[in-house]
């Protein structure tokens, strides 16, 4: 099936019980059961949810991969991952990483004895730098977020296979439609299904995707042994996203390259990060990898004063300005302030987030109104 199809029929069936088209929302706690332990599967809705059951072989089939698990969240999804290690075990990441997920690793999991590494990890040299015999897990966001750097999936994945160490990739930022980390040689999928999966801003969700079995029942046991569990309704509204993910993407993906084209010969601008700009830093691998280049990008005007900052981003009427990405309507976003200001100062900074940066998801409207709102928001 390709994946147009996949979005639209992949996992799902009409339901046994009445012939209904669409997934019902089967909102409960419990099943009953025949006899003691003489049950259809489903024991005790934290374990098993009918509805969760059909979003994780959907999602499972849109990244080419045996199976899926859900989760309340993008970080939740994150969270199962990093509980698959042990005190004294160490990860390798990226040094661009969203910032929930630095927070996660560097507030949580640090104090439980797990070292990270925030790396530079734009070739797979430096990244063997830090290999060890404790080193149990490697990280990758790719395109990264805020700075759209673009990671080698097959190269990271290769060295890490080698020294059998688990590689988790937060394909986020690119979707299914563009990436297929499983593909590429990664182990483990992680999505914050919030953004484009869900795709309409109305849902927080995450999930992983794998191909090995013993790593599913490992990351099964920590599902249902944590809890972090998504409900029904949401479950619902991410398998009714994902089946015009690949409409979507697309109009993403053509917004977004006409969109980074008008900043970059915008007199203002000084310097726009989009990685399907021929000169990207990553864009070789960016068309290795992916299939297209997506609607988020950054930028930095040339006046970088504070007072400016805020009138462009108080300006826009139609990029409205919020934390998260992905949605149908375009999104303008600070950074700094916003979603990487759990990242301390010095370290944004060193890693080339600036104050100034200004980060967009641009959305799925008509492409000429939105570079009109950014003309006017620019002066
Ligand atoms: C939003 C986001 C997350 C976290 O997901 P939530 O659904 O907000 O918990 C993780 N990684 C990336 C790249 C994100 O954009």
Redesign the pocket.
């Known amino acids: 099936m390709k994946f147009a199809t996949k979005v639209i029929h992949a996992g799902i069936e009409p339901d046994p019980s009445t012939g209904a088209i669409m997934t019902p929302i089967f909102q409960t706690s419990t099943y009953v059961q025949s006899a003691p332990g003489e049950n259809k599967g489903y024991e005790y809705a934290r374990s098993q949810n009918p509805t969760r059951s059909v979003l994780e072989a959907a999602l499972a089939a849109i990244e080419n991969g045996k199976y899926g698990l859900c989760f309340?969240?993008?970080?939740?999804?994150?969270d199962a991952v990093i509980k698959l290690l042990q005190p004294g075990d160490e990860v390798i990441t990226g040094n661009d990483?969203?910032g929930?997920?630095y927070r996660l690793f560097n507030k949580v999991f640090a104090k439980f004895g797990i070292k990270f590494h925030y790396i530079n990890m734009l070739d797979a040299a430096s990244v063997a730098k830090y290999i060890n015999q404790n080193t149990k897990l490697i990280w990758i966001?790719t395109p990264?977020?805020p700075l759209m750097n673009i990671i080698d999936i097959v190269d990271i994945s290769t060295l890490a296979r080698k020294h059998k160490i688990l590689t988790c990739v937060?394909n986020?930022?690119a979707s299914p439609y563009l990436q297929n980390p499983l593909d590429l040689g990664a182990d483990i999928v992680?999505?914050?299904?919030?953004?484009y999966l869900g795709g309409h801003s109305d849902v927080?969700?995450?999930c992983l995707i794998m191909n090995d079995s013993d790593l599913r029942e490992k990351l099964y046991f920590i599902q249902k042994s944590c809890g972090a569990v998504p409900g029904p309704q949401d479950c619902f509204l991410i398998l009714r996203g994902i089946k015009t993910l690949h409409v979507r993407m697309q109009r993403h993906c053509e917004n977004g390259e006409k969109i980074a084209n008008f900043l970059r010969n915008h007199p203002k601008v000084a310097k726009v990060y989009w990685c399907g700009f021929q000169d990207h830093p990553g864009y070789a691998i960016a068309k290795k990898q992916m299939r297209g280049f997506g609607g988020m990008m950054s930028f930095e005007m040339k006046d970088q004063s504070a007072a400016e900052l805020k009138r462009v981003l108080s300006s826009t009427k139609l990029f409205s300005l919020a934390e998260?990405?992905?949605g149908i309507e375009s999104m303008i976003n600070h950074p700094a302030t916003m979603?990487h200001a759990s990242i301390p100062r010095e370290e944004r900074i060193k890693n080339g987030l600036s104050d100034a940066l200004i980060r967009l998801s641009v959305g799925i409207e008509d492409v000429d109104d939105l570079i009109s709102d950014l003309k006017e928001a620019l002066g």
């Open positions: 309340g969240s993008g970080v939740a999804a994150t990483l969203y929930g997920t966001e990264t977020n937060d986020t930022f992680m999505h914050s299904a919030t953004k927080i969700h995450g998260s990405l992905g979603t």
